[in-house]
């Protein structure tokens, strides 16, 4: 950046370090030495370039691809933001309201659903640039895989869910397991391809076993509610990328996708009593 701008005003700017998650910004003016002055009178702390470049830092990675944000650090305001929101929808609609008719087995699908999604539009602009088009395909290629699961369980629904959830764990683990150093090494066609597949075989996986349960339910409305509840909290929780990382929302995600499994386990003992 510092680059950027001295070719671009011929100006080399003056860095002022203002503390807000160890950032800094950097002025350029058409008198530096008056905005030198005048930024000393601040009593902010000023560096240099090359102050900059003696210190120690941590590169990014295709784990933590963040350019503007130091390592280990989370933007607060945002976790700030997201908690006034909770607040909110708590006091104003009300924790019993939202409890009412609440389907625990479809809330953490949702939830990894959407981080499935987040990594997979973050993977894909490490690999393809990160532009409208990608975006817009990986967003389109998640609803294509959802949408044909939907339809296969309604032409043929299936007799049992363990298969689908065994390859759902098991398309999350290959998730966070393949490297996307990996892919950058093979020509585009298969790049495209691999990365697609191994993006959306867990959002099919996911998509048959939510359709299913939602097939099943005698309060679908309530069911469909609280799947796209969760979808919510899977936006909040995608923001801890900035922290654990695209591998990290994937185990997030394989978390969360084994609570549903907890929950779906203690509710089939209930069922199978009361029939």
Same mark, same amino acid.
């Given at each position: 950046m510092f680059w950027t701008i001295e070719r671009a005003t011929g100006q080399k700017p003056i860095i002022?370090?203002? !503390?807000?998650h160890y950032g800094a910004a950097m002025l350029v003016s058409l008198d530096p030495g008056q905005l030198s002055a005048q930024l000393r009178q601040t009593g902010l702390p000023l560096t240099t370039y090359s102050? &900059? $470049? +003696?210190? @120690? $830092?941590? =590169?990014t990675s295709d784990h933590r691809p963040f350019?503007?944000?130091r390592p280990g650090a989370i933007p607060w305001a945002y976790f700030a933001v997201l908690l006034l929101t909770a607040i909110t929808i708590i006091a104003v609609f009300g924790g019993r @309201?939202?409890?009412? !008719?609440?389907k625990p087995v479809l809330f953490p699908p949702g939830a990894g659903f959407l981080l499935i999604e987040t990594r %997979?539009? $973050?993977a894909r602009s490490l690999l393809f640039g990160s532009t409208w088009i990608v975006n817009a395909a990986v967003i389109a290629g998640i609803l294509v895989m959802a949408l044909a699961a939907n339809a296969s369980v309604t032409r043929r629904p299936p007799r049992s869910l363990k298969g689908p959830v065994a390859a759902l764990l098991a398309s999350v683990v290959l998730l966070w397991w393949f490297d996307l150093d990996t892919f950058n090494q093979l020509p585009? &066609? =298969? +790049?495209?391809a691999i990365a697609g597949m191994v993006t959306g075989l867990p959002v099919a996986f996911a998509g048959v076993i939510v359709s299913t349960l939602l097939a099943r339910s005698r309060v679908p409305a309530s069911a469909l509610a609280s799947n796209l509840l969760g979808s919510v909290l !899977? %936006?909040?929780? !995608?923001?801890?990328s900035m922290l654990i990382g695209l591998d990290g929302l994937a185990l997030l995600a394989l978390v969360l996708y084994l609570g549903a499994l907890y929950f779906w386990q203690a509710k089939r003992p209930v069922a199978a009593a009361s029939a």
């Open positions: 002022v370090k203002h !503390g807000l102050d &900059l $470049t +003696r210190a @120690s $830092t941590v =590169p350019l503007y944000l @309201s939202l409890a009412q !008719g609440f %997979g539009i $973050t585009m &066609l =298969p +790049r495209a !899977g %936006g909040y929780l !995608g923001y801890f």
